[in-house]
Structure formats: structure tokens, C-alpha cells
């Protein structure tokens, strides 16, 4: 798993806390079979300046390896596709429940390390290939990326570091 995957898997992982069903990736078919709305979660992009990891933060000492690392930063917008399915009758105002879930949870209990810059929803439509409502929604989030390079200079990996608002 990248530290990209990590972000995805971390914001993922809020919703589902929040009692949002959400997830990754699935199959066509795994859509219809689900009991109530769901939400899948995907990176759209994430763009920092200046690109790399450039922004010289220090060393620390990395005692499982018996070795200092040194530590990159920067800071990143990482926007979030939050594509909302849900079936039924009442499908459309399921997605529109979900949509203020997520806004509340995403303001007041944001994965750490991400906090939100804006929330966008588009027009909820029904998919008659699938018999879903479906309604696209995305989150900007700034976020702190951190990277870790060996005594040569190698990144081993990033995460997301700081604050989300809580």
C-alpha cells in the first residue's frame, strides 16, 4: 500500500467510524448488493508545492534500525471523490442523509491530519444501468505530508501529519 492509498484508507476509515457504510474500491456487481446507501471513497488528486520532498524538517532517531532519518515535508491539497450510491424508493433522499453525514463528520471529526477546505455535491440522478441513485460528491482537505529518507537520502515513506479539526 502507497502512503496515497494510506489518505484514502484514512478518510475511508473516519466515515465508517461515523456509521457512514463506506469503501476503497469494489466490483460493478457490489453496488446492488449492498443494504442501504454506501459511499466510495477515492483520491482525485493531490497537488503540493514546490514539488518533492524538499522542505528540510530534521532528523530523529529510528530506534527499531538502530539508525537516524531524516525528515521531508510539505503541504498538499488532497482532493477526495465521495461517490454516493443508494437503492430504493427513498434512494434519493438517502443520498442526501449520507451528504449531510459526511459534512458534519468531515467538520467536526476529520481524519487527523486532514482538515477540510471545502465540500462540493452535485445534482443526485438515477442510474438506470445499475437501479441506483447515485450523487457525486468530493472533499478538499489540506493536509501535512511527511517523508522519511535513510542516511543515503532514499524516501522509505510518507504519511499525513498535523491536525484536523476537531
Not at 530534521?58 to 538502530?66: M, V
Not at 454516493?84 to 459534512?103: E, H, K, L, N
Not at 522519511?148 to 479539526?165: H, N, P, Q, S
Request: hydrophobic share 35%; aromatic share 10%.
Amino acid at each position: 500500500m502507497t502512503g496515497l492509498d494510506t489518505i484514502r484508507e484514512c478518510m475511508t476509515d473516519c466515515l465508517v467510524r461515523a456509521g457512514v457504510q463506506a469503501v476503497t474500491a469494489w466490483n460493478k456487481g457490489d453496488k446492488t448488493r449492498r443494504e442501504g446507501p454506501v459511499v466510495a471513497v477515492t483520491l482525485r488528486s493531490c497537488r503540493g508545492e514546490p514539488s518533492g520532498f524538499r522542505d528540510y524538517l530534521g532528523e530523529r532517531y529510528n530506534a527499531d534500525l538502530g539508525r537516524w532519518e531524516e525528515l521531508y515535508g510539505k503541504r498538499a491539497k488532497v482532493t477526495f471523490g465521495l461517490e454516493i450510491y443508494s437503492a430504493g424508493r427513498d434512494g434519493a433522499a438517502q443520498c442526501q442523509t449520507v451528504f449531510d453525514q459526511i459534512a458534519n463528520t468531515l467538520q467536526n471529526e476529520a481524519p487527523a491530519g486532514l482538515a477540510l477546505a471545502e465540500l462540493f455535491r452535485g445534482e443526485t440522478e438515477y442510474d438506470r444501468e445499475t437501479g441506483l441513485f447515485h450523487c457525486p460528491a468530493q472533499a478538499v482537505c489540506d493536509a501535512y505530508l511527511y517523508a522519511v529518507a535513510d542516511e543515503g537520502g532514499t524516501f522509505l515513506d510518507f504519511e499525513v501529519r498535523g491536525e484536523g479539526k476537531r
